[in-house]
Nanobody, 114 residues
């Protein structure tokens, strides 16, 4: 059974930083994509960033230049470094792992105050 566990969320002031982590366990194939999604109250879930096992990276336009996604393949862990946070970044952030099937973590709350 594949499991994803996120950590690192919390409450920060605008302009601050947080680093989210997502550790995957179970039967992980070498070829996969790990990504971060977020969902704000009253909004649909949206893709924030993704990174493939081959190193291909994509970001949402709203976070380019502020967020950085990275991964440690040996540890099956993906990170999201979030800098210059804005109140609009407030959301539940969830980790997704895609191989033959798709797996989701339970999410971690990020709140950015004005």
């Amino acid at each position: 059974q594949v499991q994803l566990v996120e950590s690192g969320g919390g409450l920060v002031q605008a302009g601050g930083s947080l680093r989210l982590s997502c550790a995957a366990s179970g039967s992980i194939f070498g070829s996969n994509t790990m990504s971060w999604y977020r969902q704000a109250p009253g909004k649909q879930r949206e893709l924030v960033a993704l990174i493939t096992s081959g190193g291909i990276i994509n970001y949402a336009d709203s976070v380019k230049g502020r967020f950085t996604i990275s991964r440690d393949n040996a540890k099956n862990t993906v990170y999201l470094q979030m800098n210059s946070l804005k109140p609009e970044d407030t959301a539940v952030y969830s980790c997704r792992l895609t191989m033959r099937y798709t797996y989701w973590g339970q999410g971690t709350q990020v709140i950015v105050s004005s």
